[in-house]
């Protein structure tokens, strides 16, 4: 395939594909990861460890657009696991959790921000969540998280303020 084929637009900067390729070993290989760029010899992307791939169309067999991973059901998580996410991370309230993928697939994507850039708020990383207190832009925090991997999002806070934003996004309050 030199390019996509013409009925098929080249995916956008930000957008998460999962593709088909052949490798430089000649063997056939997988990538997913986030496009950096694309034109009409190729694209780049980002992978979930940083590593930047360049790709040339002629080695690429299939390419498709995919969301941002799922992840476990947030609001089936252990409650002493989330406890205890959130004295590392050093907040209190009650808890509010949402999957990264339910917050950003129906948004438009962004062009990925450099590899290690720290996260728009105060966030403590943790496997598959992110656990944070009240945050300015917590959609800006699940673009950031999907890019570190993560699936889902708590955030602990007594603000009434922040509490309906975060109900208005889609979070949902455990008990």
Known sequence: MARPHPDQRPPHPGER???????PDGEPGDLVGFVLAADADGLRLRDRRGTVHEVAWADVRALRTVG?????DPRRAPRE???RLADAAGVAGPAFVARVSELLDPRSPTVPDAWGESPPCPA??????VTTGDCHDLIALARWATR???RSIQVRTD???AIAELLRLGFTELP
């Open 17 to 23: 594909v999962s593709l088909r390729r052949v490798r």
């Open 68 to 72: 941002v991973a799922r992840g476990r």
């Open 81 to 83: 696991e989330l406890d």
């Open 124 to 129: 403590v990383l943790a496997g598959e969540w």
């Open 148 to 150: 570190q991997d993560a």
């Open 159 to 161: 603000d009434p303020a």
